[in-house]
């Protein structure tokens, strides 16, 4: 079993910057892809991003593209989300995820396309 854990949240203004961390308890676990999902209160958990670990593509809700990126560090142990231009509505508990058994990419935009869950980290934007 791996433990995912996030970092980098916090609260700022609207048009500020935050770097969110996505660190595993085993770095170097095999994985097909990494994802970042939000959920907002009394909302469903929603699609952020998507990182393929085989090569690199990535993948973007259509309110977060342009502003925000995925990524993840060379020694791939550390995945990224960096949020520029941050807006009131991107208010939500951030989460990542890692796809560990289905590598079929038209998963990865739904929970369900993920078996490994990070406990969360708040975000929160101010007007």
């Known amino acids: 079993q791996v433990q995912l854990v996030e970092s980098g949240g916090g609260l700022v203004q609207a048009g500020d910057s935050l770097r969110l961390s996505c660190a595993a308890s085993?770095?170097?676990?095999?994985?097909?892809?990494m994802g970042w999902f939000r959920q907002a209160p009394g909302e469903e958990r929603e699609f952020v991003a998507a990182?393929?670990?085989?090569?690199?593509?990535?993948y973007y809700a259509d309110s977060v593209k342009g502003r925000f990126t995925i990524s993840r560090d060379g020694a791939k142990t550390t995945v990224y989300l960096q949020m520029n231009s941050l807006k009131p509505e991107d208010t939500a508990v951030y989460y990542c995820?890692?796809?560990?058994?289905?590598?079929?990419?038209?998963?990865?935009?739904?929970?369900?396309?993920?078996?490994?869950w990070g406990q969360g980290t708040q975000v929160t934007v101010s007007s």
């Open positions: 995820a890692a796809d560990t058994m289905s590598g079929y990419g038209s998963r990865w935009f739904a929970p369900a396309g993920y078996d490994h």
């Open positions: 085993r770095p170097t676990f095999s994985r097909f892809a």
């Open positions: 990182l393929s670990w085989r090569n690199d593509n990535t």
